[in-house]
């Protein structure tokens, strides 16, 4: 990169860690040789960056400064002007992300591994550009610069279910195209507006900028088109049980992992900070489709007849948990949604790497088809439990820590809400319990089922550093919270200073003690 | 007052494609067909050429002619434009017409005519010159629709284009005398100064101003002038439908840039309801049209009224941040244009029949893996998915229309660009995601291959560090302007 002189020039590890799997993505492309050694040379070249990418998340996340909100490790360089430039920077959420996309990649890729059989230099190549372009959504400090990497992971996912997707992929990559393009548009429509009033932009200055609330009521809706699809909301949720079920596993990991939790990130870098009267006028808007989401999504769940579809319709729910913390205003509501996003981002990655791990021996996904497996695959059985208690919000996991601070959050904000909220965890132990004794326990009597082995190493090593970060996460949430705490503060004395919404939650916090 | 021969240097583009084109005539009549192709690079070479003396002669807005001609910066970053599609567009037919057994040498020359007359178009200070420079364009462009003339289709669509072309430049002809018969002149400059005057009010010019606007959208293709678009791209050979789709949209989209801008720019009101209905109605047929089609050149002809009208966008903000968002979508939607009509040249079977069906389309990612890379890369592109190119100029055209509170417009071109990604869509899809049908043809010609690449890398994510030059060239361009 070409560096203007007048930046204090450190490091560019930003710009590194964005851009290194794009540099991948074109040697995977372009390697020579036959089909198979380019094939090998794919996964092997996508492993060693994707551990690369995760040692310099590792890198970012120990040298970050915790104590500050202040963006960190700014780079900035005006290479596209007029529209937009170069600009990256990171705080603590936008850490936490990055650190969780980084992570998740290595599994991915190690999932692929003998799976993927056809077009493999190509699938390898989606994947890197799909880390490039997650990594820079989070890490752009230009509001254009967001919106390219917003926009941009589009494509190489509507390749991934397209190409290398299950029998219904056509329409299921469609409908995951059009309908995050439909809502994407409307936000660009208000970033462009946001841009010719403020001219600027530059998201550290359009953070302070205080837009005419009449306006900012639009700009709130614009940018909730977008987010609400990407999180996804019901009732535009409709998209992800078909991305899920038809993409491959992999896919599906970083679908459910890190795709999702922009829609609430944007929510925390654009809605609240930039409109907050907007975002206290419309508070019980979120809240309502919040509930609905995680009372109707929840009673989906529990009627699904496919794995897949399954943990897809939960994972709504849990997304309904986010959205309802974030809105609440409080430093439990908003702290418990981003560390719900990081959970359901590990727990709904390694469930679906589960659902892969038997999906690639007996190619179904139809839960009927199965029984029985703690028998023959006790291991297998094991870690499935663990992910299964996580995403129920069994003490001592991720979950649990994650959930509880949101409901606090959510308790302080509106009894009714918090009834809701606690509705759809009693719905998710019911749907989780009961997926898991259909597959796990039970009679056999599907002689292939019967047949099929216990994990092997590789799966081993994809699961097991999920399982521990879960319950690292679940024992010692601190190291997660801690660098949340300095933003979130910050963005709380936002909201605080555009509008009183504290003063509604006051009289509810004083309740809090009292139950 | 200039003299003929100050007039002459300040036209040199012109003198020399006039001159180039005696010569190439001549050289084709007494040498015949077989000088096809030495003929077709003289021709690259004259529009090199005139493209030289472009940076030679100073373009500082001097008239010439008596005011019939103007070269200044909108003009120049204009015939950049027109010249190099024009030679691209001569260099990329050589395969295809080798193989059809039309290897007239009539092409280039016709091309290098056609060429003059889009230079003069923009080059037009007078409602005079503009509709020589037209005709000039229209009439070489009749007779290369028609060029398989053994063919039944394409002598349809010659004649089809000449029909309606004839009927919007009668339309057109009439808009000229009424204006001049309510104003007394046909000169721009002179009809800025009168229609800032008094001729606002007068329903005389406005309904000479109708009459215009409608001949040049019919030969922008603009809805509701679009009629002819998809058929005359169907039937006239593929070099020739790539030929319409770029040089000429670009000249005729500068002549409605300046008639409407600098000889209309006091009646800005009237003529902007008119460009708003033509660009909505444009972009949401364009885009509703091409979701049925199963001929992927129609296909690209719905994609290009659909493209019109996300520029119109621009002109109908009518700001100097408009013209410059018209002018930059001009200069990508040339590259993407260009490039997907390459990629359909490539796509020949193994016998070496054109496939243009979006069916037989599937298995192109498996035999021709890097051809169907390119044609991802602009049909991408076409639909403005970020981050590659072609996203950006629809983002400069929206911007200057938000910027001119015209945010229906806005709203219902992003709708448009929305559904129209799903017929973009459909083509990856066929040629992605459908399993393999039949083979394809190796590719024919290094240069096309060459031009491809070019065009792809152009239209790809790298093409984004070209934003920042193109887009101070436009709006240098429209500075000249506004």
Partial sequence: ?515 | MTTLAQSVHLASVEAILAGGVFVTLMIGVFRGDRSLVPLTWVVVAIMALGGFYLGVVPAAGATGFGGLYIADGFSTFLKVLILGAAAVSAVLALPYLRQSATARFEYPVLLLLSALGMCMMVSANDLLSLYVGLELQSLAAYVLAAFHRNEAKSSEAGLKYFVLGALASGILLYGISLIYGFTGTTSFTALHAVVRGHGASDIGVLFGLVFILSGIAFKIAAVPFHMWTPDVYEGAPTPVAAFFASAPKAAAMGLLLRVAIDAFGGMTFDWRQIVTFVSIASMLLGAVGAIGQVNIKRLLAYSSINNVGFALIGLAAGTREGVTGVLFYLAVYLAMTLGSFLCVLQMRGIDGEPIETLASLSGLSRTRPWLAAGFAIFMFSLAGIPPLLGFWPKFAVFQAAMDAHLYVLAVVGVVASVIGAYYYLRVINSVYFADPAPTFAPADSRTNSALIVVAAVFCSPIGMLAITPLVAAAAHAAAALL
Avoid at chain 1, 192 to 215: G, K, Q, R, W
Avoid at chain 1, 438 to 464: H, S
């Fill in chain 1, 1 to 515: 990169m070409v560096r203007a002189a007048s930046v204090p020039v450190s490091f560019p590890i930003l710009s590194l860690i964005v851009l290194l799997p794009l540099v991948a993505a074109f040697w995977v492309l372009l390697a020579p040789g036959s089909e198979d050694a380019r094939a090998a040379n794919a996964r092997i070249t996508a492993l060693v960056v994707t551990l690369i990418e995760l040692a310099l998340g590792v890198v970012l996340w120990v040298s970050f400064d915790t104590s500050t909100a202040a963006f960190q490790f700014v780079e900035r360089i005006d290479l596209f002007a007029p529209f937009l430039s170069w600009h990256l920077g990171i705080d603590g959420i936008a850490l936490m992300l990055i650190v969780l996309s980084t992570f998740l990649m290595p599994f991915c890729i190690l999932a692929s591994w003998d799976s993927i059989q056809k077009r493999v230099p190509e699938y390898m190549a989606a994947f890197l550009l799909m880390e490039t372009l997650m990594i820079g959504v989070f890490a752009s400090l230009d509001l254009f610069l967001f919106y390219v990497f917003f926009e941009g992971g589009l494509i190489p996912m509507y390749l991934i279910i397209g190409i290398w997707g299950g029998a219904r992929r056509i329409y299921a990559s469609y409908k995951f195209f059009l309908y995050t393009l439909l809502g994407s548009v409307l936000m660009l429509l208000a970033m462009i507006y946001m841009v010719s009033v403020a001219h600027t932009t530059d998201i550290p200055t359009l953070l302070t900028f205080n837009f005419d609330p009449e306006v900012q009521t639009w700009l709130w809706l614009a940018f909730f088109a977008s987010f609400a699809v990407k999180m996804p909301m019901w009732p535009v949720h409709t998209w992800l049980p078909d991305a899920h079920v038809e993409a491959p596993t992999a896919g599906s990991v970083i679908l459910a992992g890190v795709l999702l939790k922009m829609g609430g990130y944007g929510f925390v870098r654009f809605s609240l900070p930039m409109f907050p009267d907007a975002s206290v006028e419309l508070m019980w808007l979120v809240f309502g489709l919040s509930i609905v989401a995680v009372v109707y999504t929840s009673l989906v769940a529990l009627v699904q007849s496919d794995m897949k579809k399954l943990i897809a319709y939960s994972s709504i729910a849990h997304m309904a948990f986010v959205t309802a913390g974030l809105f609440v205003f409080n430093t439990q509501g908003i702290e418990g949604s981003l560390l719900m996003m990081l959970s359901h981002g590990l727990v709904s990655g390694a469930l679906f790497l589960c659902v892969g791990v038997i999906y690639d021996r007996l190619h179904t996904r139809e839960i009927a088809r199965y029984g029985g497996l703690a028998n023959n695959m006790p291991r297998y059985a094991l870690f499935f439990m663990l992910f299964t208690m996580a995403s129920v919000g069994l003490p001592a996991t991720s979950g649990f820590v994650a959930e509880f601070l949101v409901l606090l959050g959510t308790f302080a904000a509106s009894t009714w809400l918090a009834v809701g909220m606690t509705t759809g965890i009693i719905l998710g132990a019911a749907y989780m319990l009961y997926l898991y004794r259909r597959v796990i326990f039970g009679t056999q009597d599907n002689p292939e089922v019967l047949a099929m082995t216990d994990l092997n190493p590789r799966e081993i090593i994809t699961l097991v550093p999920i399982a521990l970060a879960v319950l690292w996460m679940g024992i010692y949430p601190t190291s997660f919270l801690t660098p949340l705490h300095a933003p979130v503060a910050n963005l709380l004395a936002r909201l605080h200073h555009a509008a009183p919404p504290v003063q509604k939650v006051m009289p509810a916090t004083a309740k809090g003690p009292a139950k």
